[in-house]
């Protein structure tokens, strides 16, 4: 693997997790409204990579462990409570779908799972009770490039 897809983690996100009405990602994050947005829905954002030491396999191979970290975003809501309480109950049984659906994500044979890195609340609870979360993840895979 040379990069990490998100729409990777965007499929199997709509295969695994039944609760979102929708999965998108970073454009779809940036083009939904207050309107348009489907509760509850995910989207997932490339957050960046860190890549180690090269390491040459051959003289002509070079080979990085790289470490990608993607964040996804989950919205929910719960209109009868602005205060929160309901949505943030909601919010639970979806962080732990999509926790357990990336922690047994192998994206290539041979390769690592994602694994849970961080979560925080991304947004107050608005007038509408919509809430806001995100949890990153990281992926470790090795990147091998030809360079001849």
Known sequence: ??????????????????????????????????????????????????????????????????????????????????SGTIAGAHLAPIREAVLLSLCRFVPEPGGNAFRFARGALQSGIDSQGSLFWQDDYTLRFDRRIQIT
Request: hydrophobic share 50%; aromatic share 4%.
């Open 1 to 82: 693997m040379l990069q990490l897809d998100p729409n990777l983690l965007k499929l199997r996100l709509e295969a695994t997790v039944p609760a979102f009405k929708r999965v998108g990602l970073a454009a779809d994050l940036g083009r939904v409204s207050a309107r348009s947005l489907l509760y509850p829905s995910a989207f997932i954002i490339l957050l960046g990579e860190q890549a180690g030491e090269n390491r040459y396999l051959s003289e002509d191979m070079i080979d990085q462990q790289v470490t990608a970290r993607v964040g996804v975003i989950m919205a929910v809501r719960d209109i009868a409570d602005t």
